[in-house]
């Protein structure tokens, strides 16, 4: 079984501040993706990632993937009450079908 | 565009009762997926489909079953319900033949069971 680990899993900050969300796992994965979650709503799709070292830029969010696909960061620049939420990483592999995700990383941004 | 339609939001079962939850998806996917999440954490697969009539166990089938007549329907049923089942489910669909595609989810059905 692929595991996939969050940290930190809570984290507290003020508006303005930057942030840094981590993604780690033993195994390699053909492609990740990040989901941000609101309450009482389902995930929804943020990136994806599939190239070892990639770097993806969504407006203040920067998306990286490992170079060895084993793990992947996501960095918020100036930190908004809006990008509260929960946020999900996932993992998958080609023809496995169905991908695996972290417990999540709880934000909250303070105004 | 409706999506991923899940029913019903909000139930609540005794131990023991059985119940189905309902997903359908308009967007023509062939892979679809039940996971559950407990508060604050991520979420765990139940079941996944890859296309009509085939169905396979994720990382916690017990206590729960699957069918897949249609390509658009794909209800979860769970029998003899128990505390332990107590969660919200999301249904789940993606276009992507080969299942790494973008996930598209239902809003969740909250289920407690007493």
């Known amino acids: 079984t692929q595991l996939l680990e969050q940290s930190p899993q809570f984290l507290s900050i003020q508006e303005g501040e930057n942030l840094t969300v981590y993604c780690n796992s033993s195994s390699v994965f053909s492609s990740l993706q990040w989901y941000r979650q609101e309450p009482g709503e389902g995930p929804v799709l943020l990136v994806t990632?599939?190239?070892?070292?990639e770097v993806k830029k969504l407006k203040r969010l920067t998306f990286q993937f490992g170079d060895a696909r084993k793990d992947s960061s996501l960095h918020i620049t100036a930190a908004q009450p809006g990008d509260t939420g929960l946020y999900l990483c996932?993992?998958?592999?080609?023809?496995?079908?169905?991908?695996?995700f972290g417990d999540g990383t709880t934000l909250t941004v303070k105004p | 565009n409706a999506g991923v339609t899940q029913t019903p939001k909000f139930r609540i079962l005794k131990i023991g009762q059985s119940m189905t939850l309902q997903c359908t998806q308009d967007m023509n996917h062939n892979y679809m997926y039940w996971y559950r999440q407990d508060p604050g954490m991520g979420l765990k697969l139940i079941y996944y489909s890859v296309g009509a009539g085939i169905t396979d166990k994720g990382e916690v089938p017990n206590g729960y079953n699957v069918s897949r007549s249609t390509t658009e329907d794909f209800p979860l049923r769970l029998e003899l319900a128990a505390p332990s089942q107590t969660s919200v489910y999301f249904c789940?669909?993606?276009?992507?033949?080969?299942?790494?595609?973008?996930?598209?989810f239902g809003e969740g059905s909250r289920l407690t069971v007493l």
């Open positions: 990632v599939v190239t070892g070292g």
């Open positions: 789940a669909s993606t276009r992507d033949t080969q299942g790494t595609g973008e996930l598209f």
């Open positions: 996932a993992g998958a592999n080609t023809n496995a079908g169905k991908s695996t």
